[in-house]
T-cell receptor
Framework: EDQVTQSPEALRLQEGESSSLNCSYTVSGLRGLFWYRQDPGKGPEFLFTLYSAGEEKEKERLKATLTKKESFLHITAPKPEDSATYLCAVQANVVNYGQNFVFGPGTRLSVLP | DTGVSQNPRHKITKRGQNVTFRCDPISEHNRLYWYRQTLGQGPEFLTYFQNEAQLEKSRLLSDRFSAERPKGSFSTLEIQRTEQGDSAMYLC?????????FGQGTRLTVV
């Protein structure tokens, strides 16, 4: 069964203090790994898709990387507006298998001014 | 606004009542998903449509839940005889290519 875990569960950073969030996964062939940002009371907002080990994507202060077993979301010099829950999801790449995305529980990030 | 639209945003209902939610996907997207999310958890998959065909249903989806997507456009999710455990955020997502884009969700509270 496909599984996604994320750590830490919650993270508090001072503004400007860089850190990384972890997403570990087991999946029957990876079609894609996805990072989303979710603000309280709102739907997840798409950030990145990663397809294969070694791939990296960047957007402003965020950089996502992928290995065969895990993905990292690096946050460089975060600002208070980066505070949110960051969700990781995987989609399997098996013919006639499910088309659904399996999500992890998320990491709640708080960036203090 | 060309994003995924969900209505209503909030719904409070009494236990035992039926509720229906609507999702309007991004217009060119043929794939549509329903997820449920409770506080502190990631979204849990409920069901998946490709065009008008419902191709997948989670084991989480009891017989009180039914979803439709007539003509492959908007979708509805109905919950019959609601229970307090149904209280959650119900999220809809649509996909044209690889990425799925989510709506703002419908927050259901069963009292």
């Amino acid at each position: 069964e496909d599984q996604v875990t994320q750590s830490p569960e919650a993270l508090r950073l001072q503004e400007g203090e860089s850190s990384s969030l972890n997403c570990s996964y087991t999946v029957s062939g990876l079609r894609g790994l996805f990072w989303y940002r979710q603000d309280p009371g709102k739907g997840p907002e798409f950030l990145f898709t990663l397809y294969s080990a070694g791939e990296e994507k960047e957007k402003e202060r965020l950089k996502a990387t992928l290995t065969k077993k895990e993905s990292f979301l690096h946050i460089t010099a975060p600002k208070p507006e980066d505070s949110a829950t960051y969700l990781c999801a995987v989609q399997a790449n098996v013919v006639n298998y499910g088309q659904n995305f399996v999500f992890g529980p998320g990491t709640r990030l708080s960036v203090l001014p | 606004d060309t994003g995924v639209s969900q209505n209503p945003r909030h719904k409070i209902t009494k236990r035992g009542q039926n509720v229906t939610f609507r999702c309007d996907p991004i217009s060119e997207h043929n794939r549509l998903y329903w997820y449920r999310q409770t506080l502190g958890q990631g979204p849990e998959f409920l069901t998946y449509f490709q065009n008008e065909a419902q191709l997948e249903k989670s084991r989480l989806l009891s017989d009180r839940f039914s979803a439709e997507r007539p003509k492959g456009s908007f979708s509805t999710l109905e919950i019959q005889r609601t229970e307090q455990g149904d209280s959650a955020m119900y999220l809809c997502a649509s996909r044209g290519g690889t990425e799925a884009f989510f709506g703002q969700g419908t927050r259901l509270t069963v009292v």
